[in-house]
């Protein structure tokens, strides 16, 4: 089985929204949908790495805080899967998106979520995030 490693980052602010981007119409996975940052783990690069490296290169800001969240794995194929650790994370600038990137970017509320067009596994970590900040309010 090839085993793909990942990190993801649920961006938040103190009003309690989370960044979300419009994948760039180029890309050739998912173009146009909407996503949080992250990506694929490099060689000997830790989960951490990975977040601060992506959230860089993607929105070119500085990470002010990171906590890890939860562990997903998803199974593309018989032989395939992605193992994603996420991490909710504060940003120490105002995010400017890397137009390779995203397309566009949004700070959204929870009930905002239905009206963008989300990656399935986004909408799932999104949701899990909400519900698990709004038992903690």
């Known amino acids: 089985m090839i085993v793909q490693l990942a990190a993801s980052a649920i961006i938040v602010r103190g009003d309690g929204r989370v960044l979300i981007g419009r994948r760039n119409d180029l890309k050739k996975i998912a173009p146009g949908l909407w996503e949080t940052i992250g990506g694929k783990i490099e060689n000997n690069e830790t989960a951490e790495e990975c ?7 993607e929105i070119r800001s500085g990470v002010d805080s990171l906590e890890f969240f939860r562990h ?7 032989e395939f899967e992605v193992r994603t650790e ?3 994370v504060r940003l120490t600038d105002d995010p400017s998106p890397n137009e390779e990137d995203f397309s566009q970017i949004r700070w959204i ?4 979520m239905k009206t963008y067009n989300l990656i399935s596994e986004i909408q799932t970590r999104l949701s899990e995030y909400f ?3 709004a038992s903690t309010a």
């Open 109 to 112: 509320k929870c009930d905002e």
């Open 51 to 57: 977040i601060r490296r992506e959230i860089w290169e």
């Open 72 to 78: 997903y794995v998803y199974r593309l194929s018989p």
């Open 86 to 88: 996420v991490f909710i």
């Open 131 to 133: 519900e698990a900040t």
